[in-house]
């Protein structure tokens, strides 16, 4: 089965600190994507950042970053200067059947919640 | 870009009803998709919702239950059938735009209590 895996429920950081988030996966596949998304109370999913799985260089968006290491199945995302407004729950995803495109049918872990503290 | 609406955001319903949830998109999108968020829990796809076909189930849901349409590119319909408690869950539709790069987008959801 193909899974994705987010071992921390819970996640506090300070304002202007930075905080890790992890994520592991499990596929047999070769070509998919990975990506992390927030959901804050608001319900609205939002998404962070995105990495095809045959692309070695990790992706960046301004104060995230991943570090992506395929061999290990893990996908683990950097916030850096944390601000209050990133206070969400923070899920991480795949599209197993991408095959070198997205088709849209994610896989989720079970979300990490992330408190930024003034 | 595609911004998404969902109506009703939420509602109070009785077991043994059905509700139907409506989702509209603001551009024709080529796949629409359905998932649900139980309380505390993650995401997990529902369906894919078809245009002019039956929508295609993933493995613990099926058609009887939680019938879908999409009767063009830009809208369709979840209806959770025969409600129970356990159907309370945000009911989420999402889209897959573009080509070469496509961009997912999430409805704001559908939060469903069932008493």
């Known amino acids: 089965a193909q899974t994705v895996t987010q071992s921390q429920p819970e996640m506090s950081v300070q304002e202007a600190e930075t905080v890790t988030l992890s994520c592991t996966y499990d596929t047999s596949e070769n070509n998919y994507y990975l990506f992390w998304y927030k959901q804050p109370p608001s319900r609205q999913m939002i998404l962070v950042i995105r990495?095809?799985?045959?692309?070695?260089q990790n992706a960046t968006e301004n104060r995230f970053s991943v570090n992506f290491q395929k061999a290990a199945k893990s996908f683990s995302l950097k916030i850096s200067d944390s601000q209050l407004g990133d206070t969400a729950m923070y899920f991480c995803?795949?599209?197993?059947?991408?095959?070198?495109?997205?088709?849209?049918?994610?896989?989720f872990g079970q979300g990490t919640i992330l408190t930024v503290h003034p | 870009s595609a911004v998404i609406s969902q109506k009703p955001s939420r509602d109070i319903c009785q077991r043994g009803t059905s509700l139907t949830i409506q989702c509209q998109v603001d551009?024709?999108?080529?796949?629409m998709f359905w998932y649900r968020q139980q309380p505390g829990q993650s995401l997990t796809l529902i369906a894919t919702a078809n245009q002019g076909s039956e929508a295609t189930y993933e493995s613990g849901f099926v058609i009887d239950k939680f019938p879908i349409s999409r009767p063009n590119l830009t809208f369709s319909t979840l209806t959770v059938s025969n409600m129970s408690p356990e159907d309370s869950s945000i009911y989420l539709c999402?889209?897959?735009?573009?080509?070469?790069?496509?961009?997912?987008?999430f409805g704001p959801g559908t939060r469903l209590t069932v008493t």
């Open positions: 999402s889209v897959l735009t573009g080509t070469g790069r496509p961009e997912q987008y």
């Open positions: 551009s024709q999108v080529t796949m």
């Open positions: 990495q095809e799985a045959y692309k070695q």
């Open positions: 995803a795949s599209d197993f059947n991408a095959g070198g495109t997205s088709y849209g049918k994610l896989t």
